[in-house]
């Protein structure tokens, strides 16, 4: 099933080019006390889905093209995010960081995972406001993985058991000496969307094309089954470290082909069995 949260707020099923409004299904479920932390209706999503499911068939639906779409998750508790974590784009970003005095571990075993504030995070209609245009801001796509249940250091073979969907994510990335939390967690720099996809219908993470365009020219285009850290283990790596919680949304790092980005662009983003969004660079 794939779920949207648009305009004020609204929870949505998307089937084709429509979407059917189940938002008070989702207020439902999340009536009940909750005291966190995490994503209320992420932690609640098996009973939503359930609630959906027996009700939807009798909704009507409004055009998927005349929504804003959001975030697919309200309330993440943290937005973890792997570094470095394509070979190819590895050897990118050591010809870049060539001429820097900035020197940075290229192995995300050795370097960790950074968080990206949830303050920067956004959905695809809201778009990027860029900061420090005299610097070289980039786009970075990436498969998102939505966390659905509360879990702590994680086996990799139970690792999917935790996992509530995928989106695609966008870790737009501000390039210089400062730490890569901080020149990630920007407002607006994290583009989570077009909707969430639960993860029954993506059985195998780490085989899935994503790319994107810029201004119709594609940059990224490559297949999840090259990341170094498959989606199992980044579950299992992040969740040695921290706890993590319903709604916890983790960017598991971009291929090569990174490009700078201006005011004026249009990101096209694409996910296999996702979907693809179209994001506005201002
Ligand atoms: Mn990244």
Not at 17 to 31: K, N
Not at 167 to 193: A, H, N, Q, W
Not at 231 to 236: A, G, P, S, T, Y
Request: net charge neutral; aromatic share 6%; charged share 25%.
């Amino acid at each position: 099933m794939k779920l949207c949260r648009y305009d004020a707020d609204r929870l949505g099923v998307v089937q084709g080019d429509q979407v059917i409004d189940v938002s008070d299904l989702r207020d439902e479920i999340a009536a009940a006390p909750w005291t966190g932390p995490g994503d209320v209706v992420i932690a609640r999503l098996p009973q939503l889905l359930a609630r959906i499911k027996s009700e939807v068939p009798n909704r009507r639906d409004v055009a998927l093209s005349g929504v804003k779409l959001l975030s697919p998750v309200k309330s993440p508790s943290k937005l973890p995010a792997a570094p470095t974590n394509y070979r190819a784009h590895i050897a990118e970003m050591q010809k870049v960081s060539a001429n820097s005095p900035v020197k940075r571990s290229q192995d995300i075993g050795t370097s960790g995972m950074f968080l990206k504030a949830t303050s920067s995070m956004v959905g695809p209609s809201e778009g990027i406001q860029l900061r420090f245009l005299d610097r070289r801001n980039d786009h970075e796509v990436e498969l998102a993985i939505i966390i659905g249940r509360t879990c702590n250091a994680v086996a990799q073979a139970d690792a999917l058991d935790y996992v509530a969907g995928y989106c695609i994510g966008l870790d737009i990335t501000l390039r210089g000496p400062e730490d890569r939390s901080f020149r990630k967690s920007i407002d607006s720099y994290s583009v989570l969307g077009p909707w969430m996809v639960t993860a029954d219908e993506i059985p195998d993470p780490d085989s899935l094309q994503l790319k994107i365009a810029v201004n119709g020219e594609i940059k990224q285009n490559a297949n999840t089954r090259d990341m170094v850290y498959s989606v199992r283990r980044l579950i299992e790596f992040s969740s040695a470290f921290y706890t993590l919680h319903p709604g916890d949304v983790i960017f598991t790092g971009t291929p090569e082909g990174v490009s700078p980005i201006r005011p004026g662009d249009l990101l096209s983003a694409e996910v296999e069995r996702i979907g693809a969004m179209d994001v506005r660079v201002r």
